[in-house]
């Protein structure tokens, strides 16, 4: 009886032995795995290859990380529209989706410039030939193109006052503010304005802008200030507005042309 007992236990110890051993076989270790991942060949595309999982926590959603927030504009500032902000002084090239409508461009205006002396500004200055010229303000003469276009004849203002002796440039800031301010204040259910940038007249410093509105009748104008200290506390001031969508094609031009030609007589 005894001797039967004891063949028992020993066949029991070798089952628990021989278990022990397939356990071991089928679970190598750490090192062993990454042994016979580096003998992988890797041209040997039978052989699976291990994957690690991510240990992410239950209910994890990856589309949280993803920004949801919408994009902040400023009230301030101009917008095109694709809703890309403009600002003065720049010229970025934007890159649209290929899905992204085109907008139909605006003719190109050619101008034939001719040379406009105002003798109570005491200036001389280049401006495309046909156009009108008010000179009834007593500080101020503006041209006036005679066609129209989009419902807005464009014009520009050259104007010469005088300021305090205790003005100096960055008061200009201030005046180039508030002229842009005042422009937009009535008559107007839409007005935005550039950020202010660097500009010289008559080789003084000065600063410009640019702004966009639209009339309670409708009509959208785009327009650019430019101001500039001048000797003897004088401040010269340049305005153009013109149909909105020719100003970068057309009327850029103009202004441009009118300051570089700029000639005190």
């Keep these: 009886m005894k001797k039967s007992l004891r063949v028992l236990a020993l066949l029991m110890l070798a089952v628990l032995l021989t278990g022990c051993a397939v356990q071991e076989q089928n679970f190598p270790d750490a090192d062993t795995a990454q042994a016979s991942a580096q003998q992988r060949d890797p041209m040997d595309l039978t052989t699976p290859v291990p994957r690690q999982e991510l240990d992410l926590p239950e209910g994890y959603d990856p589309a949280s990380e993803e920004s949801g927030e919408d994009e902040v504009y400023n009230d301030n500032a101009v917008y095109d529209d694709y809703g890309r902000n403009v600002y003065a002084g720049a010229t970025p090239i934007p890159i649209d989706p290929i899905d992204m409508p085109t907008p139909t461009p605006k003719p190109t205006l050619k101008f034939e410039f001719g040379t406009v002396t105002s003798d109570k500004l005491h200036l001389m200055f280049d401006a495309p030939q046909g156009w009108g010229i008010d000179d009834s303000v007593s500080d101020a003469v503006t041209l006036i193109n005679p066609n129209e276009l989009d419902g807005y004849s464009a014009q520009m203002t050259i104007r010469v006052y005088s300021v305090a002796s205790t003005f100096k440039i960055n008061d200009l800031k201030a005046e180039l503010r508030n002229t842009l301010k005042d422009l937009g204040q009535y008559n107007f259910t839409k007005w935005k304005t550039t950020e202010l940038a660097n500009r010289t007249i008559l080789k003084k410093d000065g600063f410009y802008a640019d702004y966009e509105g639209t009339y309670t ?37 103009v202004i441009n042309h009118a300051r570089d030609s700029l000639k005190q007589i």
């Design 217 to 253: 009748s409708g009509v959208s104008i785009y327009g650019r200030v430019m101001m500039a200290l001048l000797d003897n506390n004088q401040v010269i001031m340049l305005h153009l507005s013109c149909p909105d969508g020719y100003f970068n094609s057309s009327y850029k031009t």
